[in-house]
Nanobody, 119 residues
Framework: QVQLVESGGGLVQAGGSLRLSCAASGSSFRIDTMSWYRQAPGKQRELVATITSGGLTNYADSVKGRFTISRDNVKKTVYLQMIPLKADDTAVYYC?????????????WGQGTQVTVSS
């Protein structure tokens, strides 16, 4: 069984920074794509950034140039560095990992971490 644990959210002023982390626990699996999503109140969940197993990255237009996604395959962890933050970045952030184990590919989600940016 794979579990994802997120950390790093909080309250920050506009222009500030936060670094989110999401670590996977368990064994005997391979992690393919790692992603961050976010969901603001009253809005649909949206893709923020993705990083492939080979290190290729993709970002939503709204965060390009401000957010950086990275991964540590040894630690089975994905990071999201966010700077500078804007009020519109306020949302619950979720990590997602596409995991392969015993011939089966499945998405796993973190529990979500709140990011609040005050203007």
């Amino acid at each position: 069984q794979v579990q994802l644990v997120e950390s790093g959210g909080g309250l920050v002023q506009a222009g500030g920074s936060l670094r989110l982390s999401c670590a996977a626990s368990g064994s005997s699996f391979r992690i393919d794509t790692m992603s961050w999503y976010r969901q603001a109140p009253g809005k649909q969940r949206e893709l923020v950034a993705t990083i492939t197993s080979g290190g290729l990255t993709n970002y939503a237009d709204s965060v390009k140039g401000r957010f950086t996604i990275s991964r540590d395959n040894v630690k089975k962890t994905v990071y999201l560095q966010m700077i500078p933050l804007k009020a519109d970045d306020t949302a619950v952030y979720y990590c997602d990992m596409l995991v392969s184990a015993f011939g089966i590919r499945k998405h796993y989600w973190g529990q979500g971490t709140q990011v609040t940016v005050s203007s």
